[in-house]
């Protein structure tokens, strides 16, 4: 399978990565290149075999665990927001979404 | 000091033939002479680093309520900038966050600072640990210490050479599809990709949850056994962390290698593999075929699909984990945007590099509706069928020998415009994490430019012990690993 210009416009807009015009081209190719490499599992027969999701699920029973519903984590608000590129008031602004 | 290893630093310093101060102020000033040339540091800060310092001083002396000293305690140790420290900015290797200082400490951290350990500073990495050879760091390529005009590996390569030039006497890294292995291998130390789950990941800066590993690089493997005593242990932080009893590393070390069954993959010696790496590694072979282990050929059926699916399984998984990169909690931020849709597609297009952007791309097309299956689900299978031949192998061998990598360092910009060439270059290094296996790679030898070569022992999950005794016999037998690089003098 390979993608044209206009798919991978389509990919950039799911992914919300800008491509601009100049570098689409490029990028296309690039991208072609590497599903080519890709392309080489569609000629294996996998029926019946169960995709391996975790990478122990072979070995070990599930370790995914689930811990108690409580609360564990104390309020660090103002912590984590002092990286944040804009906060006003505990809240994190963005650009308005509704007029 | 600068080559001496771990146990003899912790010795001197038990002796106290040198303070923790002194010996941290001796690798500041060598990469405070190095890294102009070799780049290995992204973020280094003297007055945070001697403070820790005085402090292991105190514990060892007795003094302070930090408890016992341990063999680590006062030894100065780089991490990789992928681990979140709440002391130094965490990068990652990125635009993205360049300015990024975490609220909080990754487990690893916490790990080595309990075990009062001084952090050196955070070495530079490829970004967000895409890349094989250090060349998409935000901060601009690590130089390999053998050869500066190489690249060290990746994407652990600031440790990975931090610890060749001796400006470190032992890193943390992590890897996913060969990140710690592969330089390791490239710049002549030795590092260590633990079974998954071993290691904590909380704090550790997602790439693809499935594959990701942290571990250690050092310059021996009694060295990565200690700082595997460190680094390892149930984290309930990090739902994939595994609930095990604690395990000493080092107990194996001692081992004897009379009737141990090395594995020989034909898929690792073919064709593809340079003549020196070859000539390297089979010497290494015969060593251990000297004293007393058997070999064996066993086959690995499927590895050359391996790097196929690595590239949809990881590009997938970072296609998720990043999306969190948005522009809105932490980071950067475009400064020039219409809506906020608009703000997200500018903020990630100036974030981030062109190998993240590409492996996003990817991700998004290989779990787009119509293409799951095709791809995702496809790969996930073929990921059993990779992990069902090592266990199919390790029924008739205990360790499994081959190369690293197929090649030496090659020179900086020589794959840097051909991803598919720069992955097909892990070939060696990605089935073991896709299984999720323990590998290790250790240096044993040189190629005719006078370049490391590293050998692969991979073992069965939660053989790190094994592994690392018969790394240490072979260790204690040669002296690749003693070597230190031309372009950084002793």
């Known amino acids: 399978m390979s993608l044209t210009p206009d798919q991978l416009q389509r990919i950039a807009l799911l992914a919300r ?18 599903l080519g490499l ?14 391996m999701s975790h990478p122990l699920d072979a070995h070990l029973p599930p370790p995914q665990r689930l811990r108690p519903d409580e609360v564990t984590e104390p309020d660090r608000r103002d912590a984590y927001q002092k990286g944040a590129p804009a906060v006003e008031g505990g809240l994190y602004l963005v650009p308005k979404v509704l007029e | 000091m600068l080559n001496s290893t771990l146990s003899q630093l912790s010795r001197a310093l038990a002796a106290k033939q040198i303070s923790s101060v002194e010996l941290t102020r001796l690798f500041l000033d060598r990469i405070g002479a190095l890294n102009g040339r070799l780049n290995t540091f992204i973020t280094v800060d003297e007055a945070h680093s001697l403070g820790q310092a005085r402090v292991a001083d105190e514990r060892r002396a007795g003094k302070g309520n930090a408890g016992s000293a341990g063999p680590l305690t006062g030894i100065p140790i780089a991490h990789k900038d992928i681990f979140c420290t709440r002391s130094l900015r965490t990068t990652c290797g990125s635009r993205m ?6 609220p909080f400490d990754a487990h690893v951290i916490e790990r080595f600072d309990a075990a009062g350990a001084v952090q050196l500073g955070k070495t530079n990495m490829d970004e967000f640990a895409m890349g094989s050879s250090n060349e998409t760091s935000h901060f601009g390529p690590v130089r390999n ?14 440790s990975a050479a931090a610890v060749a030039a001796r400006m470190a006497p032992a890193a943390t890294g992590t ?34 949850s499935s594959l990701d590993q942290g ?57 593809g593999i340079e003549p020196g790496v070859r000539k390297a590694v089979e010497e290494a072979v015969r060593w251990f075929q000297g004293h007393g282990a058997r070999t064996v050929s066993i086959t690995l059926p499927n590895t050359g699909l391996a790097v196929p699916v690595y590239y949809v399984l990881a590009p997938a998984e970072a296609s998720s984990n990043l999306a969190r990169f948005d522009g809105v909690r932490y980071g950067h931020r475009a400064k020039d945007y219409v809506d906020l849709a608009d703000m997200y597609r500018r903020t990630r297009a100036e974030g981030f590099g062109t190998e993240v952007k590409r492996r996003i791309l990817i991700g998004t097309y290989v779990l787009s509706h119509g293409y799951y299956d095709a791809y995702y689900l496809k790969a996930q299978q073929v990921r059993r069928l990779i992990a069902k031949d090592f266990v199919d ?41 896709l299984a999720g296996l323990p590998g290790l790679s250790i240096p044993c030898g040189f190629d005719a430019k006078g370049l490391p070569v590293g050998l692969q022992i991979m073992g069965n999950y939660f053989a790190e012990a094994q592994m690392l005794g018969a790394a240490h016999r072979y260790q204690q037998a040669t002296d690749w690993h003693l070597r230190a690089p031309g372009e950084a003098p002793l």
Not at chain 2, 145 to 158: E, L
Not at chain 2, 248 to 256: E, I, W
Request: hydrophobic share 40%; net charge negative.
């Open chain 1, 17 to 34: 990565i800008e491509v601009g015009a100049a570098e689409l081209p490029g990028v296309t190719d690039c991208l072609n290149g590497v």
């Open chain 1, 38 to 51: 890709i392309d080489q599992l569609q000629a294996l027969d996998t029926r019946g075999i169960e995709p």
């Open chain 2, 393 to 433: 192998a390790f029924a008739r061998c205990d360790l499994i020998i081959g190369p690293t990598s197929p090649t030496t360092a090659f020179p900086l910009g020589a794959k840097a415009d051909d991803p598919v060439q720069m992955y097909l270059n892990d070939i060696f290094t990605i089935p073991a994490p």
């Open chain 2, 145 to 158: 210490p053998w050869d500066a005009s190489r690249v060290p590996g990746g994407s652990s390569g600031g």
């Open chain 2, 215 to 271: 571990g250690p690089l050092a310059k021996s493997a009694e060295d990565l056994a200690l700082m595997m005593n460190a680094m390892a242990g149930f984290d309930a932080r990090d739902s994939t962390s595994l609930e095990r009893p604690s395990e000493d590393y080092c107990r194996s070390l001692a081992m004897d290698l009379k009737g141990m069954r090395i594995g020989l993959p034909g898929e690792y010696f073919g064709d």
């Open chain 2, 175 to 208: 890897d996913t599809g060969g990140s710690i292995r592969q330089p390791a291998a490239l710049t002549g130390v030795s590092g260590l990709k633990p079974t998954y789950g071993l290691v904590s990941r909380y704090g550790m800066i997602a790439f693809a």
């Open chain 2, 97 to 102: 966050l360049a300015g990024y200082t975490s």
